[in-house]
C-alpha cells in the first residue's frame, strides 16, 4: 500500500462503522491553547474526551498533522519525524476499550494484511494509583495476540492534568527472521498503534478521579505504519519521502543520519511555514528557526559552501501539496534562505567573539550561559565553532 491506500483503507474502515470523518487541524492549536503546536490525534479533541458533546457525534476519525519537539533529538533514527501524520478515531462515551481493540485487530489483520504472528501488544500492568489493566489484558488473549503487561509503560495522558487512562501499545516485529523476544526486550519490536482507554482524570493535586465520561483515542503514526506496510527500514525509505530521498543525494553528499536530519527538518520547516508560522526569536517562530538553523549545521558540517538556494521547487512542491497548504514555493524558499542568511551572519558573529582570550580552552557552563544570553549562540552550535 501507498500512503494514501493506506489512508483511505483507516478511513474506510472506520466509516463503515459509524464514525464520522472530521477535518483534521493545522499545527497551531486554538488560541486558548498554551501548547506551542498541536502534538497528537487527540490534542484538539480534549473537551469533547472531558464530555462537552461533539457535533459531529460520539464516533470520529481523522487525519491529523502533529509537531512534537520532544522528539528532535531523535530524528535520524529509522522511526522518528519533527512534523507527522496521526491516524485517529475515537468514542466519545459510546462503545468500550474492548470493542476498540477488536475492531483494532480486524483492522490490522484485515485492511492492512498484517498477520497476528508479526503482531504483539504491551498493556498497563498497575502502579501505586491503579491496577493492571486486566480487561485490555483478557482482550488481547481472546484474540490470540501475544501480551505482555508493563509497569512503568502503557499509561496515556495529555499533560500533567486532564483526561487519561491505560492504553495498549500494539507492536510489529521489522526483523529479517521469525519473532523474538517482547517489545520491552527487542528493539525490533516497532509500535504502530497506541489505544487509549481514558476512563480517568488527574487533578492539580496529582490525585486521580473517575472521569465524567468514559471514552476510547486511538492514535497510529500514518510515517511509521505507511514503512511497516511497505516492508521499508525506516519511515525515510517509504513512499511520502521519496522524492526526498531520491533528490537530495544528487545534491549533497552527506552521511545517512545526516541525510534524514536534513530531510526532516527541511519538510518539516515547509509544512509550519505552510500552516503560517515565521521565524523569529520566541514561540513557534523559534521552533522553525531552530529547525532550519539544525539543518544547516548537519548540511555544513564538511562543506561550509552548501547553501539551501539548491534546494529544488520539486521537493517544496512535494511536502506542500501532500499536507493541503497554499502557501507559494516562491514564498517559502524566500523565507528559508533569508533564514539562512541570518545563520550565516549568526556564525560569523560567533566565531569573532569565540577568538577573545577569555574563550581559549574548555568552555565553562558560565560561558555557555554569556553566549547564549548575550550573542544567541545556543550551546549545540558553539561547539561547530572553530576556536
Known amino acids: 500500500m501507498n500512503t494514501d491506500d493506506t489512508v483511505r483503507t483507516f478511513l474506510d474502515f472506520y466509516r463503515e462503522r459509524g464514525h464520522r470523518p472530521i477535518t483534521g487541524s493545522t499545527l497551531l492549536p486554538p488560541p486558548s491553547d498554551p501548547v506551542l503546536f498541536t502534538t497528537s490525534g487527540m490534542h484538539p479533541l480534549t473537551p469533547y474526551l472531558q464530555g462537552r458533546p461533539h457535533p459531529q457525534g460520539r464516533r470520529l476519525v481523522n487525519v491529523q498533522r502533529c509537531l512534537r519537539t520532544t522528539d528532535l533529538d531523535e530524528v535520524g533514527d529509522l522511526t522518528h519525524l519533527t512534523v507527522f501524520e496521526m491516524l485517529g478515531s475515537w468514542s466519545l462515551g459510546d462503545y468500550g476499550h474492548p470493542q476498540s481493540l477488536r475492531w483494532g485487530y480486524e483492522l490490522l489483520r484485515d485492511g492492512f494484511g498484517i498477520p497476528r504472528e508479526k503482531l504483539y501488544v504491551t498493556v498497563f500492568g498497575g502502579d501505586e494509583q491503579v491496577g493492571p489493566d486486566l480487561e485490555s489484558l483478557d482482550t488481547w488473549r481472546e484474540l490470540g495476540v501475544p501480551v505482555e503487561s508493563t509497569r512503568d509503560e502503557n499509561w496515556w495522558s495529555n499533560g500533567p492534568v486532564g483526561p487519561c487512562g491505560p492504553d495498549s501499545e500494539i507492536f510489529f516485529w521489522t526483523g529479517d527472521g521469525p519473532p523474538e523476544g517482547t517489545p520491552t526486550s527487542d528493539s525490533r519490536w516497532v509500535e504502530i498503534w497506541n489505544q487509549v482507554h481514558m476512563r480517568l482524570e488527574r487533578g492539580e493535586d496529582g490525585g486521580l478521579v473517575p472521569s465524567r465520561q468514559v471514552s476510547v483515542d486511538t492514535g497510529m503514526g500514518l510515517e511509521r505504519l505507511v514503512s511497516v506496510l511497505q516492508g521499508r527500514r525506516s519511515v525515510y525509505e517509504s ?149
Open 239 to 387: 513512499d511520502v519521502f521519496e522524492p526526498w530521498m531520491r533528490i537530495l543525494p544528487t545534491l549533497w553528499v552527506l552521511d545517512e543520519h545526516s541525510m534524514r536530519v536534513v530531510s526532516d527538518h527541511l519538510r518539516s520547516s515547509v509544512v509550519v511555514l505552510g500552516d503560517g508560522v515565521r521565524p523569529s526569536n520566541t514561540g513557534r517562530g523559534y521552533v522553525v528557526r531552530r529547525l532550519v538553523r539544525r539543518l544547516l549545521t548537519s548540511l555544513r558540517r564538511d562543506d561550509p559552501s552548501r547553501t539551501l538556494s539548491d534546494l529544488p521547487v520539486e521537493l517544496v512542491e512535494h511536502t506542500l501539496d501532500h499536507f493541503r497548504q497554499s502557501l507559494e514555493v516562491g514564498t517559502v524558499r524566500e523565507v528559508l534562505l533569508d533564514e539562512e542568511r541570518r545563520f550565516t551572519q549568526l556564525l560569523e558573529r560567533g566565531r569573532r567573539v569565540l577568538s577573545r582570550p577569555e574563550f581559549r580552552g574548555p568552555l565553562s557552563e558560565e560561558d555557555f550561559r554569556y553566549l547564549h544570553d548575550t550573542h544567541g549562540l545556543p550551546r549545540e552550535w558553539v561547539g561547530g565553532l572553530e576556536r
